[in-house]
């Protein structure tokens, strides 16, 4: 018996459409290796399309008024809240991901950054206005960017969109968003639910591959590209989107350091931080992946996370017991695995570091300690379900650790030592420091890295503010 594959379009100008030339690309259930959709591989004719859509909806968007963009953005809230069984299924048959878990730690925030985003509207800041030459007043506008190309990535399909279109909406932009073609059923259903809120054109879905992205980014139309992805994506986008002057908007890698001082709570941390390096696979640019603890508790630390990763459970989505689903594809599963099989002489597995069963790409929590500064895997992302402990003598090596990585996204720091702590979050060259804590991350607060984990800031005023440009207007008091 031969079951119908579902059928993903895109959505340009507010109706679904097939690829210009009917082009398509199979859309795999990672959990199970099987292939249930397929959705569109679009190439320039429906970049185009969907450029030009939004470019003839923004100047009727740009006019809207912030109390009017702000509604139809608590509608899409309330939109995405009613039907939150139909977008969690959606993601995890994208994504693998525990069915209670989605519904739990990613839908809730999804919704409260929509609604953060629509109180935003109403609260843009700028200088007041004044005279800062006699006879001439000086206002400051902020107004929104234009089009905007927007490419998510795979591991948070839904959560990431948000962050793309809603903050660009709220500012009075228009969108083309680009889901990764391993995950785009969650986003496409997001366009079903939008379609009825918003006007036609300011929000367009384009499905397809790097091939697509590329010519988003060095499409003519926007005035801005934003991507979350790779290093490597992200200095391709840069470099392309330089070539006609577009902003661009960067949340890229993550080696995420964990300090873990002697004065900490063991059992807290070792819990806490099993958490945030496993869930979600690890598949987060800000999972706690790189564990610093210092020298004298570094073998009761080991142990400790050893047995938590043991305890740690992967399964299918629908195992309430599992704290985390499969890799997203094959490929990420044989990067994963290939870390631990290129492991230096020098390193030891303590808990895992093998493939879990041979259907899907599950991987086991794995714990690996012995390691050196300049080993492949302290110095590059894995993004997978793989903590790597090293020892430390004193503060200053700490620091020194923590920071020779070419990232900068996220750290965190264990101490009861209020002083210590300061000291780090100072010293610590990364766009987050969690005290006592890792990963939480609330709507208010801006979120976005230093160095190779790229540049602006998601969340927050801040990320509001960066799909705004800054307009001097000066006017003669002599009429």
Not at 200 to 220: I, L, P, Q, W, Y
Not at 272 to 294: E, K, M, P, S, W
Request: net charge negative.
């Amino acid at each position: 018996m031969t079951t119908e594959l579902r059928r993903l379009r895109n959505y340009i100008g507010g109706e679904f459409k097939d690829a210009a030339d009917g082009r398509t690309t199979d859309v795999v259930n990672p959990a199970t290796g099987e292939v249930y959709a397929t959705a569109p591989l679009s190439g320039q004719a429906d970049v185009d399309a969907a450029m030009a859509a939004a470019a003839a909806a923004f100047p009727g968007w740009r006019d809207t008024t912030p109390s009017e963009r702000q509604k139809a953005l608590l509608k899409i809230a309330d939109a995405f809240e009613a039907r939150a069984d139909e977008l969690v299924a959606a993601e995890s048959e994208n994504t693998g991901k525990p069915l209670g878990l989605t519904a739990s730690e990613e839908l809730p925030p999804m919704v409260d950054q929509i609604r953060f985003f629509a109180g935003a509207a109403r609260l843009l800041e700028g200088r007041s206005a004044g005279e800062y030459m006699d006879g001439m007043t000086s206002i400051i506008r902020r107004e929104p960017v234009g089009v905007c190309a927007q490419v998510a990535p795979w591991n948070y399909p839904m959560m990431m969109a948000v962050w793309k279109f809603a903050p660009a909406i709220a500012a009075g932009n228009t969108v083309v968003l680009k889901p990764s073609d391993t995950t785009p059923a969650s986003t496409v259903l997001m366009a079903e639910i939008i379609d009825s809120i918003l006007p036609k054109g300011v929000f367009n879905v384009v499905c397809g591959d790097r091939e697509t992205g590329k010519a988003m980014v060095e499409h003519s139309t926007p005035a801005m590209a934003s991507i979350t992805g790779s290093v490597r994506a992200g200095m391709q986008v840069a470099e392309s989107a330089s070539k006609d002057v577009k902003r661009v908007h960067l949340e890229l890698g993550g080696k995420a350091p964990v300090v873990v001082f002697e004065d900490a709570d063991i059992a807290k941390a070792v819990e806490d931080i099993a958490v945030a390096g496993y869930f979600n696979a690890g598949q987060d640019c800000t999972a706690a992946t790189r564990v610093l603890v210092h020298e004298s508790i570094h073998d009761e630390f080991v142990a400790a996370l050893a047995k938590a990763a043991a305890d740690t459970k992967t399964g299918a989505p629908d195992d309430e017991d599992v704290l985390y689903g499969p890799l997203n594809n094959p490929n990420q599963l044989g990067q994963v695995a290939g870390f631990i099989d290129r492991l230096p002489a020098h390193a030891k597995v303590e808990a895992g570091g093998h493939r879990v069963g041979d259907k899907g790409y599950f991987y086991a929590p794995t714990v690996v300690s012995g390691l050196k500064q300049d080993d492949e895997i302290v110095q590059n992302e894995v993004f997978g379900p793989v903590i790597t402990v090293q020892s430390f003598t004193d503060e200053a090596q700490a620091v020194e650790y923590a920071n020779g990585v070419e990232y900068a996204l996220a750290s965190s720091v264990w101490t009861k030592d209020h002083g210590r702590a300061m000291r780090m979050s100072k010293k610590l060259d990364f766009g987050c420091v969690w005290i006592n804590t890792h990963i939480p991350l609330v709507a208010e607060m801006p979120h976005g890295g230093f160095k190779k984990s790229g540049y602006g800031k998601d969340l927050s005023a801040y990320g509001f503010e960066d799909y705004t440009r800054i307009k001097h207007v000066m006017t003669s008091l002599d009429g």
